[in-house]
């Protein structure tokens, strides 16, 4: 039975990674529509504790939500099959788009109207999760407050800062919580160390070689280990880097293959192989496949490292009471970035009535319990047809 869940479980990852479109906001709406609502591996409130504990640590956040929740249902071996099965079609996307850049300039109009349907995606998660966690006067306030805060200051340190504030507001009132039997806290420090030792490791060997696909790997896993608030903090890292100091890619070519990257669905982090393909390109075409798979490896592996060292002993770590109080806060603080995410997504979209429509009729398919990606799939039909 537990290899039957394992499989289904990998079924469901892999719809995922073929049909996630919106970058890491619209993936814990996904998420929440089928590993909670669908398939009931874990509890509303699981999930925002969950995803708010990824959010505190560096690297992609929903990889290292989607991964996490493997770890849960199955242990290590399926946690990281979930890594590979979810990564994977994101990664040999952006890796073809390097190998074939000279046929992609053009940006793709059949996914014109994926983004407001991202919108309509993103606003009924947050109506459904504040809905869910939100459970008192306290909690609500900190929702708003953590909404302002996160709409007006965008800043990579804003959402881990913003989710501690929420947990430290509740962690106060830790004396109105049962007093349970104080254990010692057993630590598996191994995935920790491996974190470090990878990081060490790989910056020697690129020292010592000076191969550019060793190079590329420390450079990615470096970023990784360093980059709060996702993909949209990434980029401007990467374009320094590799544009405008390595000068691996050209302005153009780089800002192509971000352009694509946000139309296909998955990982935003896999934008490191199309990177990883183009730096490596006077090398030839099996040398830009392995740069394309080590700088993928690199920028992912980091924050999977650090969420399993920490996941092991999270649910013992519940059951401290001032850890316990705080997760009232904490929750609230994840619900409040889930509504800032609605507000932030639809910024850049234009203000006209067919994007406002889009946005009014995915609503209503989600709140009549239409399938995310069957809405995702229609959007990208209607590209087609239009």
């Keep these: 039975m537990r290899k039957i869940r394992s499989l289904i479980y990998l079924k469901e990852v892999l719809k995922l990674g073929v049909s996630a479109f919106g970058g890491p906001q619209a993936h814990?709406?996904?998420?929440?529509?089928?590993?909670?609502?669908?398939?009931?591996?874990?509890?509303?409130?699981?999930?925002?504790?969950?995803?708010?504990?990824?959010?505190?640590?560096?690297?992609?956040?929903?990889?290292?939500?989607?991964?996490?929740?493997?770890?849960?249902?199955?242990?290590?071996?399926?946690?990281?099959?979930?890594?590979?099965?979810?990564?994977?079609?994101?990664?040999?996307?952006?890796?073809?788009?390097?190998?074939?850049?000279?046929?992609?300039?053009?940006?793709?109009?059949?996914?014109?109207?994926?983004?407001?349907?991202?919108?309509?995606?993103?606003?009924?998660?947050?109506?459904?999760?504040?809905?869910?966690?939100?459970?008192?006067?306290h909690g609500m306030i900190v929702l708003v407050l953590t909404a302002v805060a996160a709409y007006f200051y965008r800043s990579p340190f804003a959402y881990p800062a913003l989710i501690i504030f929420g947990g430290?507001?509740?962690?106060?009132?830790?004396?109105?919580?049962?007093?349970?039997?104080?254990?010692?806290?057993?630590?598996?420090?191994?995935?920790?160390?491996?974190?470090?030792?990878?990081?060490?490791?790989?910056?020697?060997?690129?020292?010592?070689?000076?191969?550019?696909?060793?190079?590329?790997?420390?450079?990615?896993?470096?970023?990784?280990?360093?980059?709060?608030?996702?993909?949209?903090?990434?980029?401007?890292?990467?374009?320094?880097?590799?544009?405008?100091?390595?000068?691996?890619?050209?302005s153009n070519e780089f800002l192509s293959g971000y352009g694509f990257n946000q139309a296909v669905p998955g990982p935003t982090f896999s934008f490191a192989a199309f990177v990883g393909t183009l730096s490596m390109r006077e090398f030839g075409p099996l040398a830009q496949v392995i740069g394309a798979l080590l700088s993928a490896a690199g920028i992912f592996l980091p924050g999977t490292f650090l969420i399993f060292f920490i996941i092991r002993f999270w649910d013992d770590l519940k059951k401290y009471r001032i850890i316990k109080a705080s997760l009232e806060g904490v929750n609230a603080a994840g619900s409040g970035l889930v509504v800032a995410a609605a507000?932030?997504?639809?910024?850049?979209?234009?203000?006209?009535?067919?994007?406002?429509?889009?946005?009014?009729?995915?609503?209503?398919?989600m709140l009549i319990r239409v399938r995310t990606p069957y809405i995702i799939i229609a959007g990208i039909i209607a590209g087609f047809i239009f």
């Excluded at 992609?60 to 991964?67: A, E, R, V, Y």
């Design 28 to 137: 814990l709406a996904l998420f929440f529509d089928i590993f909670v609502d669908k398939r009931a591996y874990l509890t509303n409130k699981e999930l925002i504790e969950l995803h708010a504990l990824c959010q505190i640590l560096p690297g992609p956040t929903s990889t290292q939500t989607i991964t996490a929740i493997g770890y849960r249902i199955g242990g290590p071996k399926l946690a990281y099959l979930t890594l590979l099965v979810w990564c994977l079609p994101a990664v040999t996307v952006m890796t073809g788009v390097g190998l074939a850049l000279s046929y992609l300039n053009d940006p793709l109009s059949v996914t014109e109207f994926i983004q407001p349907m991202v919108v309509g995606i993103v606003a009924v998660a947050a109506i459904r999760v504040s809905n869910k966690v939100v459970v008192s006067n």
């Design 168 to 250: 430290l507001s509740t962690a106060i009132n830790f004396r109105l919580h049962p007093k349970v039997e104080d254990k010692a806290l057993k630590i598996n420090w191994s995935n920790f160390l491996l974190w470090g030792g990878v990081l060490i490791f790989a910056a020697l060997l690129g020292a010592i070689t000076h191969k550019r696909e060793i190079l590329l790997f420390e450079n990615f896993y470096r970023n990784g280990s360093l980059i709060f608030g996702g993909g949209q903090v990434l980029i401007p890292l990467l374009y320094t880097e590799f544009v405008e100091f390595k000068q691996y890619l050209t």
């Design 343 to 365: 507000f932030l997504l639809y910024e850049p979209i234009d203000k006209n009535p067919m994007s406002f429509g889009i946005i009014l009729i995915t609503v209503g398919l």
